[in-house]
């Protein structure tokens, strides 16, 4: 186990979560679900590399996937990635949309959803890391 690897990821992405609802609070929602996003991410590279795994690639769906070979990642979870994993493009690149910028596309109830989301998955590696005694140093 590579605690100290682990932590450092785990450090990101509760910071990154922070700086999303502070976006969220801001009306910056298109800001707050990116990073939401990148928070999951984070958390989930992180409970990877903290087992020595090796983790790669953008999707919050496919790094769970690749965390359900350690243990059970439910249907709930992958939903929350399938959700965030949707925020990843068209919340920063204006070519992504045909007319307007991205800030105009995205909700309060976007924000919320996303945070949200992303809290329910650093939870959930926490949860993890904790039974298979990553937490022991």
């Known amino acids: 186990m590579d605690v100290k690897e682990y932590e450092r990821w785990m450090a990101m992405a509760r910071r990154t979560l ?18 939401a996003h990148q928070a999951a991410e984070f958390a989930l590279e992180a409970l990877l590399y903290g087992v020595g795994r090796p983790a790669g690639g953008r999707s919050s769906t496919h790094l769970a996937a690749e965390v359900g070979r350690l243990a059970a990642v439910g249907e709930d979870i992958l939903e929350l990635c399938r ?13 992504a949309w045909s ?14 959803a ?19 005694g990553g937490g022991r140093v």
């Open 18 to 35: 922070g700086s999303a609802e502070a976006d969220a609070a801001r009306g910056d929602y298109n800001w707050a679900c990116f990073k």
């Open 83 to 95: 959700l965030l994993d949707k925020f990843y493009i068209p919340t920063r690149y204006v070519d």
């Open 99 to 112: 007319e307007g910028a991205p800030y105009e596309y995205f909700s309060r109830s976007d924000a919320e």
């Open 114 to 132: 996303a945070v949200k989301a992303a809290r329910s998955i650093i939870g959930f590696v926490e949860e993890i890391w904790r039974s298979i």
